[in-house]
């Protein structure tokens, strides 16, 4: 497999692009030295690189893309929008549709507003809660990677480089699925924390009984129960992790794969504090979300359609069923090779993750890069297994022989007790590190 071209023009995106990409997550350091691809094309769960090289995909835009590239009831409804104007000086009737439809699709929500990245509808959640509850504090699931750009958020990772601390000291974390450390924390700062975010499920359900206690816990202390659903969101269901778990928080965010790649994404929740934003209350107002192109008109067309879609094509099932046969695949070849406690499988069958162990069975970037090493020439591409409904059983069959070539590489690895010989360069590096 060549990479020339590839190669050239990740030297000329460093040149002109910090971080040689505009989304960390996509950047050269997340692939083997050499063998970062730049994307001319993509359709279905296949994309072309600019050297000609072609991929079938795995987590295809950050997540955002389960129907694959250029879905044809996606494109066919952009492109209908695309003749009658992109965004008018007053709201495009196309609102009234694509709210409707969301409010459809997700029936525990009572009000929505549209914006353009999952990081501003997770912000204006932020400050819905504490405009609602007059406090400040935000207590936020310490276990979980992301929820926003902004710095409330970042300021909490290993790179808080220019925010203030004064940002940072009004959050506080919670692990995943421990009630009593939320109880503990919401009596500690009694009446001071105004919201809790978290995802509602990242790789296994629940435990049982935990959403409900969160709720009620919530509801005693007055906190804003705030589900990020940016990523259960149209894979759990089309109504996300609070469609499946029964469980209804006072605000969620959507966003990523409403839109199927189109940026739209969407603050949801309970009517009297979505209200706080509108013109219909006598409570002091809260500027809620209004930006130039928070409803520019394709990408709600695009979510209309994507919406429609997972009704009528079961796009959900589709996903899930997919990912079950992927899941199985790669752990029998993976026990096959004897890299099965290595190589290892996690999460809801509509969002695979992998981990790559080392020999004593902790994560290892040398393994990963390694493993993906093997994927890359193999005609795979993918930071993990999250599939698209657009994947046929043919591509998910030939990722798993692909993978089972990979896990006889990793054999020989730990047989010789170093990766450094099967990296190819160096090993690739975490998104959030202080120094690059
Ligand atoms: C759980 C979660 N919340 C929020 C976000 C932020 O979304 P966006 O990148 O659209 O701003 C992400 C992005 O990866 C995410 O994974």
Redesign the pocket.
Known sequence: MDFTQSREANKRLHDMVPGGAHTYAKGEDQYPEGMAPVIARGRGAHVWDVDGNEFVEYGSG?RSVSLGHAHPAVTAAVTAQLGLGSNFVRPAAIEIEAAHRFLTTVPTAEMVKFAK???DV?TAAVRLARAATGRTLVALCGDQP????DDWFIGTTAMPAGIPSATTDQIVTFPYGDLPAVERLFTDHSGQIACLVL?AATQTDPPAGYLEGLRELCTRHGVVLVF?E??TGFRWSAAGAQGVYGVTPDLSTF??AIGNGFAV?ALAGRRDLMELGGLRDDRERVFLLSTTHGAETHSLAAAMAVMDTYVTEGIAEQLHALGARLAAGVRAVAANAGVGDHVVVRGRHSNLVFATLDADGRPSQEYRTLFLRQLVLGGIIGPSFVVSSALTHEDIDRTVDVVAGACAVYRRALDAGDPSEFTGGRPVRPVFRPYS
């Open positions: 950050l990245n999952g990081s997770t992301f929820f926003s750009t995802e990020d940016m990523i966003g990523k994404s």
